[in-house]
């Protein structure tokens, strides 16, 4: 028996995350507290500036239409023009998960529970993204999983 194999009865399956990625979008857009009409959406799309604010406001509009690429971008030239940002776009490590990019959602996420320590939503996502890498050690993630504050 490989050591892959030891320990797994019991364990339930992760759901594939392209199953449930509608399902998240729906919840990101109901979550949203922006006013998500189709002509403020075109608004955006149009936007060649670069003010950080209406960068993530199109990157989140992006993600929820499931252009995650392009959302990335966004969330990428909003902390180049304002590197503060990159403290706080737990939307930017949501996008960064779903490209399968493990690590890079799992620093995003670290940063903004540093920042925000009451964030236990960000230390969730920091677990999964760090449970999807490759060889992880899910009763090793359990123990070092990122402390938070009572959430408000």
Do not use: C, H
């Amino acid at each position: 028996q490989s050591t892959d194999d030891q320990g797994s009865a019991g364990r339930r399956q992760m759901p594939n995350r392209r199953a449930i990625l509608p399902a998240l979008l729906t919840l990101v857009a109901a979550a949203s507290s922006s006013s998500s009409t189709s002509a403020a959406s075109a608004q955006l799309e149009g936007y060649k500036g670069s003010d950080p604010r209406i960068l993530v406001s199109r990157g989140m509009e992006r993600f929820k239409e499931a252009r995650v690429q392009e959302s990335l971008q966004d969330f990428d030239k909003a902390m180049e023009v304002e590197p503060r940002y990159g403290d706080v776009l737990w939307q930017r490590g949501l996008t960064l998960y779903y490209l399968d990019r493990f690590d890079d959602a799992a620093k995003q996420f670290q940063r903004d529970v540093k920042l925000n320590p009451s964030d236990s939503e960000e230390a969730i996502w920091n677990f999964l993204s760090l449970a999807r890498r490759p060889g992880s050690d899910f009763k090793s993630l359990q123990t070092n999983m990122l402390q938070t504050l009572p959430d408000s």
